[in-house]
């Protein structure tokens, strides 16, 4: 473990330095932009809505207590989904999505030579290749991650109207009461940080690889399981740090 | 010239290469023939800094490779190209984009030089008209083709092929035989050719460097290689009752 973990700081000190040719570099982070943040649109759409709904029907189904007022519903959708859905969930979720594509992507370059290629045209394989996919997560997993808080408000909306169990009026006042920026900012930082770590982590994993199509596999599968381990670990550190 | 001195080359407790010395002439297709894992690949990719040597020195015209700083490597390393055994084409790119991509990476060239530079390469393989198809859409002798294109896009002094006739049927290996043996003729470059081919050896060795036990075992041209009794030599090139009745022939018509 401790071996891996120096490798890692070794390819960082790599990936984070100027690219070699701007043009390259912008055509790249384009393209990972479309990969890695585009395309998970629809994924973030899908689940932000239903579990926003989730969380505002359970909110709804178990305040029985009439001291509590009923917009109480409204607020503590938004605080979970603020501080906690939206920012660490929809990145777990990224992480066995992005992760996985990234480290087979790059595992697969590994085993067909084409890092060799790189290398032997004079390219810093690591730079070219990582550099573009971290911006790439650092610029635009938060822009999804506020889609997602939007969504998710949205979807509690929609859930709350069709059950009839509260109005819009007392909901969007439920979700206005001691709304926090602090909060957003906190989770926009949470969220930069899973970004670089899901990327990073799955391509140390893909690009490390040796053997074949079953290493392969299994790189993409380790990447999942530690970007994961690592977002929960941050998670924690991270809100110990700016909540408490 | 490539001039390797006394390599030697190790993975973990196992030695590959032992004291490995020999000259590859500019000009000239210089074959590196050996059994199945003898060194020939590592030797190789050693001397073009895919591998790091224990010891000994690898010259580029005198500069010695295993010396210089990432500087001076990444400059060297302009001035290779490579064909690898599987072609090594981008996925993600375009055939044209994989001619294009050293050119966009290294040079200042304008658009129009770049293209220009391209169509040139990708006519020289017999590829023109050919730009807009991704690597997965190539044959496997289409994709090696383009491998040439690209590794002789930015004019190359030293080129490497590794295997470039493996899983590529009779005509087309000769056709790729006879693009390496033009393009190094052409342009006086020295090209580094590891094979198994033996109708490669007989058709474009200029010179041979026969690697076993991951030691220099023995070094001639295509008319020293039908002559040679060396035992190991006979029991690789000639191992077939076909090849010993072509040599038979060939030593007739030499004779």
């Known amino acids: ?228 381990i690592t977002i929960l670990i941050t998670n924690f550190i991270i809100t110990k740090l700016m909540l408490l | 010239m490539i001039s390797v001195q006394h390599v030697d080359k190790t993975f973990g407790k196992q030695q590959v290469l032992f004291d490995i010395t020999a000259d590859f002439q500019p000009g000239k297709i210089n074959l590196i023939i050996g059994q199945s894992g003898q060194g020939k690949t590592v030797l190789a990719k050693s001397m073009v800094g ?28 302009q001035e290779i190209g490579m064909l690898f055994q599987g072609a090594a084409l981008f996925d993600s790119m375009t055939v044209e984009e994989n001619v294009k991509f050293p050119l966009r990476m290294f040079t200042k060239m304008t658009k129009k030089e770049m293209q220009d530079r391209v169509d040139f390469c990708l006519e020289r393989v017999n590829l023109s008209g050919r730009n807009a198809l991704f690597p997965s859409e190539c044959s496997g002798g289409m994709q090696k083709r383009v491998g040439i294109a690209r590794a002789i896009s930015m004019n190359p002094k030293y080129l490497f092929c590794d295997e470039p006739n493996s899983g590529l049927d009779p005509k087309t290996a000769i056709v790729i035989d006879s693009l390496i043996k033009d393009i190094t003729y052409e342009y006086g470059i020295t090209t580094i050719v590891i094979t198994h081919d033996m109708n490669s050896v007989i058709e474009i060795g200029d010179s041979i460097l026969f690697i076993h036990q991951g030691k220099n075992w023995w070094s001639g041209d295509k008319r020293d290689i039908i002559e040679t009794n060396n035992p190991e030599i006979e029991s690789f090139v000639y191992a077939s009752e076909f090849m010993k009745k072509i040599r038979a022939s060939l030593r007739e018509n030499i004779s």
């Open chain 1, 1 to 228: 473990m401790i071996r891996n973990l120096g490798a890692y700081f070794l390819m960082m000190g790599w990936v984070l330095r100027k690219p070699r040719k701007f043009s390259v570099f912008w055509a790249m982070l384009m393209r990972e932009i479309h990969a890695i943040g585009i395309s998970s649109i629809p994924i973030v759409v899908l689940m932000s809505t239903f579990i926003g709904a989730v969380i505002s029907l359970q909110t709804a189904s178990n305040m029985d207590n009439p001291l509590l007022p009923s917009y109480t519903v409204g607020y503590i959708t938004q605080s979970s989904v603020i501080l906690e859905f939206s920012p660490t969930i929809i990145s777990l979720i990224l992480a066995g999505k992005v992760g996985s594509n990234i480290s087979s992507e790059i595992g697969t370059m590994r085993i067909t030579e084409q890092i060799d290629a790189l290398e032997i045209m004079g390219v810093n394989s690591l730079n070219h290749l990582i550099l573009p996919k971290v911006f790439a997560a650092v610029i635009y997993f938060p822009i999804l991650v506020i889609f997602s808080m939007i969504l998710a408000m949205v979807g509690g909306l929609i859930s709350l109207i069709i059950s009839d169990l509260s109005t819009a009026e007392t909901y969007v006042l439920g979700l206005r009461s001691w709304f926090d920026v602090y909060n957003v900012i906190y989770a926009l930082i949470k969220t930069v940080a899973f970004g670089f770590i899901i990327v990073s982590v799955s391509s140390f994993y893909g690009y490390y690889v040796k053997g074949g199509s079953l290493d392969v596999g299994r790189a993409s599968t380790k990447a999942v399981v530690i970007s994961s």
């Open chain 2, 50 to 77: 895919l591998h790091e040597v224990d010891q000994g020195q690898i010259l580029y015209n005198g500069r010695d490779f295993t010396q210089m700083d990432k500087r001076q490597k990444t400059a060297l390393r």
